[in-house]
């Protein structure tokens, strides 16, 4: 938990704070690692803002190759605090109970939230042939991957419609 009583109290006008934070739960995709968050809590003369940025150091596997790599895409953390939640309708509001919140509980849940759909080790990433398992980041196989298998033919045209659309 992140003390806030002496910024409530108006002794400080900010508290830093940097944490190591572990990605254990965070994703199965991630499988080592940590990351670290830091920024501060600042009191803008009776209302309080958190600002920081949480970087990761973690190892995740590719989504396409299944190879291990280096996963270190930063997230922006912001939050205004406030300790009557239940008469505030906006989002980014976060409870102090007892001059306090939970930092460690406000970094996972913004770092969940900013995790890629797909965990890629580069954006263009070839992925391994359907066929013989050949890593086409590596080199090309001579397998004839024109034959595909047909049941995937509808999802194909989805994605084709979803092109022209944009
Ligand atoms: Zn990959
Ligand atoms: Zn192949």
Do not use: Q
């Not at 600042?42 to 949480?54: A, P, Q």
């Not at 409870?95 to 900013?114: F, G, H, I, K, P």
Request: a negative charge; one cysteine or more.
């Amino acid at each position: 938990m992140l003390e806030l009583k002496k910024l409530v109290d108006g002794v400080v006008d900010s508290i830093p704070f940097d944490i190591t934070l572990s990605s254990e739960g965070i994703s199965d995709d991630i499988v080592s690692g940590s990351a670290e968050v830091k920024g501060e809590v600042v009191n803008h003369s009776g209302f309080i803002t958190l600002r920081g940025e949480l970087v990761p150091e973690c190892v995740a596997v590719c989504g396409r190759c299944g190879r291990e790599f280096k996963y270190t895409r930063p997230v922006k953390l912001y939050a205004k605090i406030t300790d009557k939640l239940a008469n505030e309708d906006e989002d980014d509001f976060v409870l102090m109970t007892d001059y306090a919140v939970d930092l460690v509980e406000l970094a996972r849940s913004n770092w969940v939230l900013e995790l890629p759909f797909r965990f890629l080790c580069k954006e263009d990433c070839r992925g391994l042939c359907p066929k013989c398992g050949a890593d086409l980041n590596v080199a090309d196989c001579s397998c004839d991957l024109k034959e595909r298998d047909h049941r995937w033919d509808a999802l194909l045209g989805y994605f084709e419609e979803d092109k022209k659309d944009t």
